[in-house]
T-cell receptor, first 111, second 112 residues
């Protein structure tokens, strides 16, 4: 069965700090990987995705993620966060048909 | 600008009442997912469809929840009878094959 684990439930950073959010998944086959963001009171929006090819993928708003197959990981990074990055971030894995989400990481960025 | 449309955006009802939530997927998408989001449980997958056929609804309480796709432009999620523990935001999402999903703005349900 698919599962997704996000290591950090809450992260607090100051503006300009670097961000890395951990994500590990469990699935025996080929997967597509995603990071979604949910701003307060809004729906989920796609930040970036990985299907195949270069394991370092770039998304919107300066975010990037690296797929490390041997570690079953897909960590999200941003070199310098802004106050507007305050949101909840979800890692998601799509194996055969299903898209399963991690528990989410709430990020608070202080000015 | 193509988007997933959900109705109603907000619904307050009393315990025991029937609730129907509707979703219009993006034209051309062949997969539709229903998720429920609560503070305690996070995002739970309730059911999903591919080419209008239900593939998995194991996440739904079978005795009270039902999900259908009467046609390619409409997906419904019905709760009958509703209970206070059903209070949550229900999201519909659509996609093409195994690619990313696009989410609607959600239906916030409050059962009193």
């Amino acid at each position: 069965a698919q599962s997704v684990s996000q290591h950090n439930h809450h992260v607090i950073l100051s503006e300009a700090a670097s961000l890395e959010l951990g994500c590990n998944y469990s699935y025996g086959g080929t997967v597509n990987l995603f990071w979604y963001v949910q701003y307060p009171g809004q729906h989920l929006q796609l930040l970036l995705k990985y299907f195949s090819g270069d394991p370092l993928v770039k998304g919107i708003k300066g975010f990037e993620a690296e797929f490390i197959k041997s570690k079953f990981s897909f960590n999200l990074r941003k070199p310098s966060v802004q106050w507007s990055d305050t949101a909840e971030y979800f890692c998601a894995v799509r194996g055969y048909n299903k898209l399963i989400f991690g528990a989410g990481t709430r990020l608070a960025v202080h000015p | 600008d193509a988007r997933v449309t959900q109705t109603p955006r907000h619904k307050v009802t009393e315990m025991g009442q029937e609730v129907t939530m509707r979703c219009q997927p993006i034209l051309g998408h062949n997969t539709v997912f229903w998720y429920r989001q609560t503070m305690m449980q996070g995002l739970e997958l309730l059911a999903y469809f591919r080419n209008r056929a239900p593939l998995d609804d194991s996440g739904m309480p079978k005795d009270r929840f039902s999900a259908e796709m009467p046609d390619a432009t409409l997906a419904t999620l019905k709760i009958q009878p509703s209970e206070p523990r059903d209070s949550a935001v229900y999201f519909c999402a659509s996609g093409l094959q195994e690619r990313e999903l696009f989410f609607g703005e959600g239906s916030r349900l409050t059962v009193l």
